[in-house]
């Protein structure tokens, strides 16, 4: 099993740029999230999902959009990206019928220039 | 809104010495997590803690939950450098089928020989 697949692992974007992140989980895990962490902090919550076809925001959505057509996919979409968006982000899935925690990608560092 | 408090923040230590980590959150909850990262990587699950006075123990680290005090402790034991890492605990807010979490800041562990 690969667990939690993201891509890039790191990119580099122009102010005004946009782009798409990519996560992909092979758990059949319903709940999929995605975080952002600045430097010494912990994670800030922008988008999840309970099942495909279904997203809500968390606590930090501005500048981002989701989507979740399958259940194994979320990408993460940056429209007119702020050297604010310059952070580390971190695709994470979930299953409640088990008593584990997140299983996260290994991240995307990114920087707005 | 649900917050989560660790400290403290950072933390210097001795080879062979014990230290806690305390995690307070703020509403009832029924799920907390611990978590570790190592420096540039993503994060492991360590710890899920489920109900009042659950205690989770894996070789030199032992988190246990206090619902009614709203806390979790990590204890660490004989602390060796390789559990040098930042160590986050994490809240899921109650009555809720999203299961997604609140991050606190996390505590930056450095073990000194």
């Known amino acids: 099993n690969a667990g939690v697949t993201q891509t890039p692992k790191f990119r580099i974007l122009k102010i005004g740029q946009s782009m798409t992140l990519q996560c992909t989980q092979d758990m059949n895990h319903n709940y999929m999230y995605w975080y952002r962490q600045d430097p010494g902090m912990g994670l800030k919550l922008i988008y999840y999902s309970v099942g495909a076809g279904i997203t809500d925001k968390g606590e930090v959505p501005n500048g981002y959009n989701v989507s979740r057509s399958t259940t194994e996919d979320f990408p993460l979409r940056l429209e007119l990206a702020a050297p604010s968006q310059t952070s580390v982000y971190f695709c994470a899935s979930k299953s409640l019928r088990t008593s584990y925690g997140y299983t996260f990608g290994s991240g995307t560092r990114l920087t707005v220039v | 809104e649900l917050k989560v408090e660790q400290n403290p923040l950072f933390l210097s230590m001795q080879e062979g010495k014990n230290y806690t980590i305390y995690c307070n959150y703020s509403?009832?909850?029924?799920?907390l997590y611990w978590y570790r990262q190592d420096p540039g990587k993503s994060l492991e699950s360590l710890f899920v803690l489920l109900s009042n006075g659950a205690v989770k123990q894996e070789g030199r680290l032992m988190a246990s939950l206090d619902t009614k005090a709203r806390l979790s402790t990590l204890h660490i034991t004989a602390a060796v450098h390789d559990l040098s890492a930042t160590y986050f605990c994490a809240v899921d807010p109650p009555n809720t089928n999203a299961g997604k979490s609140t991050f606190g800041d996390g505590t930056t562990l450095t073990v000194k020989p």
């Open positions: 509403t009832t909850s029924d799920r």
